[in-house]
């Protein structure tokens, strides 16, 4: 149940691109999905720069600030839907909605571990390829790394009608949702969508102690 050493790796190498989605509502509903990248990255980098309790490695804050910006603009029920293949079909509303909360919570932990490792990167954002009638796109940032090759942060998008709804994050060609599938098969042919979900509770204790801290700030 452990992601693999390299992709949380590259995760916190690339915590700035992270910030990307850290958007208002309004926004999210109006914006182009790479517009909202890029001017949403760049005001987020400001603030992590500027926050002595998130350079101090505040983890409630870090905790504050996910929730209220980032959960929003997560598709959580396709990610969970995606990362549990044919098992979701058979799911339970119940066993999909326990899931979806526990998946989201697995994010929260990765992204405050990126957060939290937040260094200063440059980065680079590419030209959007896609019609104004699209409503399934990829929004590609470069993160650059002085002495090393850039590293590719790749955002699946949909337009929903709540606004644009990230459902795959791909660091240096590596799905989330495709690593977490990999992880999760191997749980869900022994121990089923129940035994799945009791694996991630126990694993998500500790974040979610933090998240309840966080939200009586």
């Known amino acids: 149940m452990r992601m693999r050493t390299d992709t949380k790796v590259i995760l916190r190498l690339l915590a700035a691109a992270i910030g990307a989605l850290l958007i208002g509502v309004a926004r999210a509903q109006d914006a182009a999905p790479d517009v909202l990248v890029k001017s949403v990255t760049l005001e987020v980098v400001e603030l992590i720069a500027k926050d002595r309790e998130i350079r101090t490695d505040s983890r409630a ?8 910006k980032v959960l929003p603009h997560f598709n959580f029920t396709a990610m969970a839907m995606l990362a549990t293949g044919q098992s979701w079909k058979s799911a339970s509303a119940d066993q999909k909605e326990r899931l979806s ?5 697995l994010l929260v932990r990765t992204y405050a571990s990126a957060l939290s490792a937040y260094s200063d990167q440059k980065l680079e954002f590419r030209p959007l390829r896609a019609k104004p009638t699209d409503t399934d796109v990829t929004v590609n940032v470069r993160v650059l790394q002085s002495g090393a090759q850039p590293v590719a942060i790749d955002y699946s998008m949909e337009r929903t009608a709540a606004g644009w709804k990230v459902y795959d994050v791909a660091v240096g060609g590596v799905s989330l949702v495709a690593n977490y599938r990999t992880e999760f098969s191997s749980v869900l042919r022994t121990d089923g969508i ?20 966080a939200q009586k700030k």
């Open 61 to 68: 804050k870090l905790m504050q600030l996910i929730d209220a």
């Open 101 to 105: 909360q526990e998946f989201k919570t």
């Open 194 to 213: 129940d035994g799945l979900i009791r694996k991630l509770q126990a694993k998500n204790r500790p974040a979610e102690s933090l998240q309840a801290t």
